[in-house]
Every structure is written in structure tokens, then in C-alpha cells.
């Protein structure tokens, strides 16, 4: 009787075939319809294998995984690329924080301006929003 395979999280298989794409591709990198083609993954288990990558294999190997759209997903040995895609990562959230502030927070505090809760949120967000403003440049 043949032994089973142990089966494996998805995740970690799809992280696997992904991993592995991107090794092979360096020091190019390869866009998501590239690693469909080269995993024959979805689009959705690529995500999911993108997700996988930068959680655990990618500090296990102590190399960042990095996007571009020039050059898509890669793995980059260059301090300054992972710099600029972490510059990029903290804009991107910041942008985020921003319309939660601007669309959320200051029109609650607008209509209860006495609401504690609302101006703690404030207080403490306004600090986080300066940090990001400061990392992103």
C-alpha cells in the first residue's frame, strides 16, 4: 500500500511555488500573470503565495520580497530597493490613515466634539500619521 503524502497547508505550497519562481527569475523579477504562467496558480493563489513569501520565507532567508511596476515581484539583494518599496508601503498607508482621519474621525468630532473616545483616536492617530509622513520620505 503506497504511503500518503502529508498533506501541506496551502499557503505554504503556494508560497513554495512562488519562492521558487522568484529564485529562479533573479535578479529580474516577475509580474503576477509571469507567475501564473511559471506556477500555474490563480490569480487569488498567487496573492496567496505573495502573502506566504513576505510573512515567513522571506525573513527565514533574511531577502525582502519587493514589487515594482516596472519590474514586478522580486527578490532584491540591494538595500536601496527594499528602501524605496518600504518608502512606498508607509505612503500607501499613510494615504489610507489620512481619509480615515479626515472622512471619519474629524467629522465624528465635528458632530460629539466632546466624545472622548473620538479625540483619544485623534490624538493618537495624528501621532502615527506624522511617524509614517516622516518614514515615507
Known amino acids: 500500500m503506497p504511503r500518503r503524502r502529508e498533506a501541506r497547508p496551502l499557503a505554504e505550497h503556494y508560497g513554495d511555488l512562488v519562492r521558487v519562481a522568484l529564485m529562479e527569475a533573479r535578479p529580474a523579477g516577475l509580474h503576477t500573470y509571469q507567475l501564473m504562467a511559471a506556477t ?69 468630532l465635528a458632530r460629539y466634539p466632546d466624545d472622548e473616545w473620538a479625540q483619544l483616536a485623534t490624538a493618537q492617530l495624528t501621532g502615527v500619521r506624522a511617524t509614517l509622513a516622516q518614514l515615507s520620505k
Open 40 to 108: 500555474r496558480l490563480t490569480r487569488s493563489q498567487i496573492g496567496r503565495g505573495i502573502r506566504q513569501v513576505r510573512d515567513v520565507v522571506a525573513a527565514e532567508n533574511l531577502t525582502p520580497i519587493t514589487w515594482t511596476r516596472r519590474d514586478g515581484f522580486m527578490f532584491s539583494d540591494d538595500p536601496a530597493d527594499w528602501i524605496e518599496y518600504d518608502k512606498r508601503q508607509f505612503r500607501q498607508i499613510l494615504g489610507r490613515l489620512t481619509r480615515v482621519i479626515t472622512g471619519t474621525l474629524d467629522p465624528h
